[in-house]
């Protein structure tokens, strides 16, 4: 239904139903009518370039129709498998073309010919940019590496969500030396990981250290999350699709991705914040 549905009418239909049901966080999780209108869901995690081995691109015009028919109100997007300045090019393209929907981030890379670090702090100086995207599979998270990244991070407010791949004490130094920096840690740690007592760890870690997120994307051991929920707060978490993905198809993923969340045995209040209310404070959206 949703598909034939302007955006426009349907952001109506919310304001709606926020002026009869309450505050928005009520209408994002306050009963299955409001999560299933989808105001105010925030897809935190969306590629316009993956970094899977065909480095898969996905249009501006395929993330929205994606998020539209599942009803996702707005995403942060980047790319990834490219140079900084690749990223921010694909990035402001689409945000150019849907302003109210994409959130950018930059994709931190070194590079031998440019100064990587003034690129990224010139598009977050400006506010263009909100955050940045790094990945240990591309960018070793050595410290004479990663550190002025996450420096500038700290120093402009934008937070770093981090595919450390598992590695947990590169996570725990990153957290521990860059207090002032937000470091989201993609996939609870790992993708698709089912080392319970690997997951236990980056919880503890954002236990220990208040500047650390989890991000949800791609975590498959999902009673984890309720249990984060507990230790951390849910307004640590972030739900992220890590789409688009064509199998089974874009929409049948991202749906899917959504539902392991409103199926989780949390309260209204938690699915608000995961589904949309952390990312929204934290980029102060
Ligand atoms: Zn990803």
Known sequence: MRGTMTRRKWLGNAAAFVGAAGTAAELCAGSPEGVENGAGIIDSHVHLKHGDAARTEYSPETIVEVMDRVGIDRSVVFAMSCTTRRSIEMAEAAVRKYPERLIPYVYALPHY???????????????????????????????????????VAGRRGVPCLIDCI????????????FPDTTLIYAHMGRYLCRDARLIDRFIGLAETFPNVL?????????????EAAKRIGSHRLLWGTDGPHAK??????????????QRLELSPEDKANILGGTVRRLLRL
């Open 113 to 151: 010919e440019r100064p990587v670090i003034k690129e990224i702090d010139s598009v977050l100086a400006d506010g263009r940019f909100r955050g940045i995207k790094i990945h240990a599979g591309e960018c070793t998270l050595a410290s004479y590496v990663i550190d002025p990244v996450l420096k």
């Open 248 to 261: 089974p198809d874009t929409v049948a993923f991202a749906r899917t991705e959504l539902e392991k969340i």
């Open 214 to 226: 989890l991000d949800l994307s791609g975590v498959v051991l999902v009673e984890k999350i309720v």
């Open 166 to 177: 598992g590695r947990y004490d590169t996570a725990e130094r990153m957290a521990r030396t």
